[in-house]
């Protein structure tokens, strides 16, 4: 497990820990902060790299995979990455000071740095078990071993509340809640070590898709009745949060479900900080739309994001080069969300 998995974000906050841009990069070397391959995070921010350098001969876009995604947020705030991701519901609790960010000096300052380019929609939370687990609903996983994302993330959290809210059981108390990197928890499913998987994905997923190509597995629901509790209501409807359905016919006939599932889904953000001159954040913001459009028939996860929902969900300010480009395409930004 890699130092930054280990250590406390106010640890991290106060050493200075975390990745350092070279001394010699110049303003067209940027560099991008986002969760480890087969995330939909790192499909949608991997995929924003390629398509900006792409379409600007002149940028050229490092992406770190690393880290969780609470981490990445303070690193870029504070300016040590160009873009990261920003999670709707984490960046409310980061402005505030509270949960994971209580004990992290000057956060809620930190907070009013960062800025966003555009929010989207990352996915809805697939819950996988084997499908001859004899786990068929959610309270069955009392007395099971369960992974829903690493230490110190806003997966693992929202996940391990939402278990609590729906069923009543409790992590550590009720079943065993491993917490490891998204690499190891991926592994450790597909080594027998885990009987309940979580990754908060698009669909169709490429980590899921490798769960199911040499086993068959199901897919565990929030129902009618656990939506129903005041509790599970409260977090299905915090910031960024939204229902959404999961297509189970996307994946193979080794997943057992059939037809559509209730899901929750979850609002990101591509986020950057007061550190990231207007101009370039203009060149990025346009860049990307432009070949977005173009780019959406034959990439799966760009259905999604369109400049109809660029800001649902959001609660985090434009950048001001961001927001040049949407006055200059005729598209409105709420007032709120202005510089």
Known sequence: MNKLTTLGLAALVATGLGWMRPAEAQSDFLTMSTLP???????????FAQLVSDELDDVTIQVSASGTGTQNMLYGARGDFDLY??????????????????????????????????????GVYHIVTNADSG???????????AFFGPPGGAATRTMSAMVEASTGLVAGEDYDLVQVGWDAGLQSFLDGRLDVYMNFTVAPSPVIQQIEMARKVQFL????????????????????????????DVYSDNVVNEGVMTAL???????????????????????FWTAAEKGQANLPWLRDISLEN??????????????????????????????
Do not use: C, W
Request: net charge negative; proline share 6%; hydrophobic share 40%.
């Open 37 to 47: 391959p087969g995330t939909s995070t790192y499909l949608i921010m991997s995929t």
């Open 85 to 122: 991701m920003q999670a709707t519901a984490t960046y409310e609790l980061m402005r505030n000071g509270e949960a994971m960010f209580a004990d992290v000096p000057n956060v809620t300052e930190l907070a009013e740095d960062a800025l966003a380019l555009f929010a989207f929609p990352a």
């Open 135 to 145: 786990i068929d609903s959610l309270e069955d996983i009392k007395g099971k071993t």
């Open 221 to 248: 629901e929030f129902t009618d009745e656990h939506l129903a509790k005041p509790a599970m209501a409260a977090l299905a409807n915090r910031p960024g949060g939204f229902m959404s359905e999961l297509d189970t």
């Open 265 to 287: 889904g979850g609002t990101q953000i591509m986020a950057t900080s007061v550190h990231l001159d207007d101009e370039t954040a203009y060149r990025l913001t346009k860049a």
């Open 310 to 339: 660029a800001f649902q969900n959001l609660n985090m300010k434009i950048h001001p080069g961001a927001m040049r480009y949407y006055d200059e395409i005729g598209v409105e930004v709420p007032a709120e969300l202005h510089p």
